[in-house]
């Protein structure tokens, strides 16, 4: 999401003349787009600022912005303990962007402090903006959330939930298809409930981008377990071009944990999604997010959220340390694990997630797979590189008779932890 509001930032400026400058040493503006779902990522953010104030020293004129949501939760704190900063701006008010630089260059305005949220109660009217789109792209189809998980800042920073309209979403996917996309991720933090206010839904839209002819995949993130219904897990069946590929965030295998953090499923019922996903999709992969150390997991829970990993066998998991936030109720809870105690379980988990998804890359090693082809590799540019349906990278060699965007047969010739390597099966 947050990659996805650069991108946008970027395509803001454009019309005044900016381009991505790669390093911040002689850039005019540097825009710090910061997260906050970790204390870490905040902390980071407050480093870099003063990394940033040294470069303002020797050009005095550089304008320094801390955007994302960090700046709409710390809006007072960053003017007051960040004086250097010219800009705040929270992640609704990206359009206001290029308004606000022009009033900061020449009107000579002082600071400026932009974080509100839209006031539109039902849809959000937006469209994408992105500079130069290559085959892949992510849409933003939704924004906020409705849930308050006990250790969450999203809805504090992002507001409540509301869903663009298919219509607006439909003719979005066909100008980036007419520009060259053919891989589509659209994005929301609880994708699944999608349309609730507008009475539109996710399957809904599915079925409408899957009639767009250039469009060649569909993927689509976050789905929450708990509203994850059969209508949407029947695509999986009747949609082709929906990707093999399920981020379901699990957060712990432990039901004491999942209640704690109001994450309203039981493993019991989660597995029934998994379960029922594999059924409709077999050769489907899902990755996950688990939080390690939730206040008050034991033991005991720890273990049920390994033996879960070993039952799903998970392609991938985004595993973290529980973080308190501000605002949140987790945050208040008494937690008597030690440090030490929870680094090493984290530890623990990551090491069996790493072999688990190693064996599973490793035994794709013969199959015949569709690649969507995204540009040359990046460690050795004789190769291509694009993804599986999956969204696990696939390194292959060169062919003069194919282009970026196209979708080609390869057989798996090796698997490792984080790809897959290829020979086309076109090859003459
Ligand atoms: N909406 C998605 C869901 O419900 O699963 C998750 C979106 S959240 C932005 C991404 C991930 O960050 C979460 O799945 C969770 O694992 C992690 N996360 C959120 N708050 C956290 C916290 N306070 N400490 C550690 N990890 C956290
Ligand atoms: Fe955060 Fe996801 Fe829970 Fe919403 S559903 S509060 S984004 S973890």
Known sequence: MNASDSDRMKATLAPLGFEESKQPDNADVVLVNTCSIREKAEAKMSSFAYDLKKLKS??????????????????????????????????????????????????????????????????WKTTTKLVNPGPTAFISIMKGCDHFCSYCVVPYTRGREKSRPIADIVDDVKHLCSQGVRDITFLGQ??????????????????????????????????????????????????????????????????????????????????????????????????????????????????????????????????????????????????????????GRLQVLQTQQQSIAKALHVAQVGQHQEILIEGPSKKDPTKLTGRNSQGLSVHFTAQHNVNIGDLIPVEITSGSLTHLTAKPLTLS
């Not at 912005?65 to 929270?90: H, R, S, W």
């Not at 708990?226 to 999986?236: P, T, V, Y």
């Not at 829970?301 to 308190?324: G, H, I, W």
């Open 58 to 123: 020797k050009n005095p004129n550089m304008l320094i912005g801390i955007t994302g949501c960090v700046a709409q939760q710390e809006k007072e704190k960053i003017i007051q303990e960040l004086p250097f900063v010219d800009l705040v701006m929270g992640p609704d008010n990206i359009d206001d962007l290029p308004w606000a630089i022009e009033e900061l260059t020449h009107k000579h305005t002082k600071k400026i402090i932009k974080a509100e949220f839209d006031t539109e109660p039902r849809v």
């Open 190 to 343: 609880n994708i699944n409930t999608f349309g609730k206010r507008s009475d539109e839904s996710l399957h809904e839209l599915f079925h409408r981008v899957h009639d767009i002819d250039l469009l060649k995949r569909i993927r689509f993130t976050t789905s929450h377990p708990g509203d994850l219904k059969d209508e949407l897990i029947r695509c999986f069946e009747t949609l082709p071009k929906l990707c093999s590929q399920f981020h379901l965030p699990v957060q712990s295998g432990s039901d004491q944990v999942l209640r704690s953090m109001r994450r309203f499923y039981t493993r019991a019922q989660y597995m029934d999604r998994v379960k029922a996903l594999r059924q409709a999709r077999p050769d489907i992969a899902f990755s996950t997010d688990i939080i390690v150390g939730f206040p008050g997991e034991t033991e005991e829970d720890f273990e049920q959220t390994m033996s879960l990993m070993r039952e799903v066998k998970y392609d991938n998991a985004y595993s973290f340390l529980f973080s308190p936030r501000p605002g949140t109720s987790a945050a208040l809870r008494k937690d008597d694990t030690p440090e030490h105690v929870k680094l």
